[in-house]
């Protein structure tokens, strides 16, 4: 499988956790070896031994130095590693998914079945950003075949419907949900003052649109600290972030904290009055499902699964045309009491509680690689 951004380091990446409940939950059939970049995308120095494979209670892991042209290594693995199935992450990754398709289509490495996650890449918001040449590398990889004998899997019927809007020439296709065990949340404890504490978990980066939550939190009324959790890796982007805290009113106050450990994370999540992300697009939404698990409420855009949150007293879900809709549930939130708002904490861990039971994804993605590797590839 390659991961790209993978431990260590890189602990908090929904994709990260879900490939562990995924090996873990699929290991009496299958072995599972995961190839990753050895640094934080941007980082200068290593973080870990490259060139030999570490064992993890779930994978086997092997880090090679990632640049433009593609992972360092990454032919040799492939062709000297026995394997079955390659599982690529990510249709736009240029280090690991383009460089495996081109060796691919080209011949030098083998021409094994493949599965091919584009962890909601196709979008509508996701897919507007960087449009121009998105659209070009998905003609080229039209044009060149890089697709032929591979699988695109979604986590859902609506990722596999934008799958399909965006690549309506692919041949093959698999819908098998993302696997996430449910976590114990820690305990709440309550606020010493009237700030709504909000929290924003994801990376600093268009698609999870940290700029249209500052923009939000100019507008509302009540107080409110607002904690943000994630790498900033568009040095451009985050300056113009930093612009936005800047001219805040002095009701709402911030701090960022950069790229954290999961488990700081989940604790911060659960000591939070409220989880914001007005997500461009989500296929699943690993922070957004942590935030349930930890009984906090959500305010999210309507572009993820997770609909009807009003209905099921557990937060908002609200276009991203209406930014001072936001806004206004921040302050409706700020005037409920505080057993308005429990009521709010126990619908959120109660919808985690419903996913998580509704659940046959460790069946489905067995049958999906099954499937995959019955298929063969194509030539």
């Known amino acids: 499988m390659m991961m790209g951004a993978f431990w260590p380091g890189n602990d908090s990446s929904g994709p990260n956790q879900s490939l562990k409940s995924l090996a873990t939950s699929l290991r ?117 075949g890089l697709l032929r004998g591979v699988t695109l899997h979604a986590t859902s019927n609506s990722e596999a419907d934008d799958i399909r809007n965006g690549l309506p020439w692919v041949e093959r296709a698999a819908v098998a949900p993302n696997l996430r065990a449910l976590l114990s949340p820690p305990t709440f404890i309550e606020a010493h003052d009237d700030a709504t504490r909000v929290v924003f978990v994801g990376r600093v980066s268009p698609v999870k649109q940290l700029h249209y939550a500052l923009d939000v939190l100019a507008r509302i009324k009540s107080n409110a600290t607002f904690d943000i959790f994630g790498p900033a890796r568009d040095e451009a982007y985050w300056r113009g972030c930093e612009a936005q805290i800047a001219a805040l009113p002095p009701n709402v106050r911030v701090k960022w904290h950069g790229e954290t450990a999961n488990a700081d994370v989940v604790a911060a999540m659960a000591r939070a009055d409220l989880f914001f992300l007005p997500t461009a697009g989500e296929n699943f939404g690993h922070a957004i499902f942590e935030a349930l698990c930890c009984r906090t409420p959500l305010l999210i855009s309507d572009q993820t699964p997770w609909r009807g949150l009003e209905q099921a007293q557990a937060g908002w879900d609200l276009p991203l045309s209406n930014p001072q809709a936001f806004a206004a549930a921040i302050d409706r939130f700020a005037a409920l009491a505080p057993d308005a708002r429990m009521t709010l904490r126990n619908g959120a861990r109660a919808m985690a509680e419903q996913w998580f039971a509704r659940g046959d994804g460790v069946a489905r993605n067995r049958a999906m690689l099954m499937s995959v590797m019955n298929a063969g590839a194509a030539r």
């Open 28 to 144: 009496p059939w299958f072995d599972f070896r995961v190839v990753a970049r050895d640094r934080p995308f941007g980082g200068a120095k290593p973080l870990v031994e490259t060139g030999i494979w570490h064992e993890l209670d779930f994978a086997r892991v092997r880090y090679c130095e990632a640049g433009p042209a593609g992972a360092r290594d990454l032919r040799d693995i492939l062709n000297d590693t026995p394997h079955d199935v390659i599982w690529l992450n990510g249709f736009f990754d240029r280090e690991f998914t383009m460089a495996t398709l081109l060796m691919r289509r080209m011949g030098r490495v083998a021409r094994k079945p493949a599965i091919l996650s584009p962890r909601g890449e196709f979008g509508p918001g996701a897919l507007e950003l960087k449009g121009g040449r998105k659209r070009l590398y998905i003609a080229a990889a039209r044009l060149f």
